[in-house]
């Protein structure tokens, strides 16, 4: 019999079955965030929606036992991949104390946990991309054999620290793969005002590095160019730019309205390039998901939303006295 595509690319209908799982849940937790944030029991939500493939899809390509990553803000798909759980997601939009990332300090999307080796980010957009290269550095430095994963927007390819990590990451030909998930606007300025080249990986060739623009709708593109971009950095060959083209499918975040600035047609047709119901129609027609596989695995994830949901409303706030934690050096050094 014919391979499968995801076969074609050494994944087994369970690694097909775990990505759309980890995108579905990506989404499911998005959406409550959405409901509680309406409700006024959440302050802000910056959504994955529209993006899961390029996320999972790239996570899946990687080692998430021994690579570190910098996410940006709309990268609940790789953090997932990655080890945070949806109880952790849901601690830091209600701004707990076990918020993992910051103790509910940071606002939500500023992803961090180093157990799983996921590097706190700021809120300036880009900075995590000089971040990555630093580690990709210690890893060359320490010969050890981990390599780095950054992601940032397009509109943040604009950014100086975007040139002077790639031109450092390219020099030194350190091992990380950098990925920009293009979804056509920043907040509300589309690409076509943001860059004067077609592309945004039509800037790897100035730093000495391979640049590729997949379709980032469908995860097992994104897992190609991911893959040969992380065994081309292991292999002490240097960095790669992957450009995914992707579509927000929310507004910027819960404090936009982005009807102000697209119109309703533009909304519409992109709806229609949703990646979630278009892997499952792909993994249904290859026969790797059935209707009865997909309501179970619904029912688990929303039983999981639903506790994740329930622990986090109850769970503690910090305490005041903690406020000061972490920005001072503290006796006992820097746990
Ligand atoms: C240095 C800096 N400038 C501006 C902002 C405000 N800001 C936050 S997100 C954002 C848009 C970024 O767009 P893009 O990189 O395309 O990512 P997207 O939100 O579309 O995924 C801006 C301007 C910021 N956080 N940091
Ligand atoms: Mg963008």
């Not at 079955?17 to 302050?43: C, F, H, S, V």
Request: charge should be negative.
């Amino acid at each position: 019999m014919a391979k499968t595509r995801h076969e074609e690319l050494g994944l087994t209908h369970e690694d097909a079955l775990q990505i759309y799982e980890t995108m579905l849940m990506a989404r499911r937790i998005d959406e409550r965030m959405w409901l509680l944030n309406r409700a006024g029991k959440i302050p802000f939500v910056i959504s994955c929606q529209g993006q899961e493939a390029a996320q999972v899809g790239a996570a899946f390509a990687l080692d998430n036992d021994k690579d570190w990553i910098a996410p940006y803000y709309r990268d609940m798909g790789v953090v997932l991949h990655f080890g945070m759980t949806p109880q952790d997601l849901m601690l830091s939009a209600f701004a707990k104390a076990e918020d993992p990332n910051s103790g509910g300090r940071q606002m939500p999307g500023h992803f961090g946990q180093r157990k799983n080796r996921i590097l706190t980010g700021s809120s300036p957009v880009t900075t995590q991309l000089p971040h990555a290269v630093g580690v990709a550095l210690a890893a060359k430095m320490k010969k050890e054999d981990f390599i780095t994963f950054v992601t940032l927007g397009e509109g943040s390819s604009n950014q100086g620290d975007f040139h002077e990590g790639m031109n450092f990451a390219g020099v030194h030909k350190l091992p990380t793969v950098i990925m920009v998930e293009n979804n056509k606007y920043a907040i509300s300025v589309p690409v076509e005002m943001q860059l004067a080249c077609v592309n945004v990986s039509d800037r790897a060739i100035g730093y000495g590095m391979p640049g590729v623009t997949v379709d980032g709708t469908d995860p097992l593109e994104v897992y190609k160019v991911v893959k040969e971009a992380a065994d081309r950095a292991r292999r002490g060959e240097g960095p790669s730019l992957v450009e995914t083209i992707c579509y927000r499918l929310t507004a910027h975040s819960s404090d936009d309205d982005q009807r102000q600035y697209r119109d309703a047609e533009e909304l519409a047709n992109e709806k229609k390039l949703d990646p979630i119901p278009m892997f499952a129609a792909y993994l249904k027609e290859v026969g790797v998901l059935t209707e009865e596989l997909e309501k179970e695995m619904e029912e688990r994830i929303m039983k999981e939303v639903n506790e994740a949901t329930d622990y986090a409303e109850n769970a503690a706030y910090a305490e005041p006295e903690s406020a000061m934690l972490h920005v001072y050096a503290e006796d006992g050094g820097n746990e």
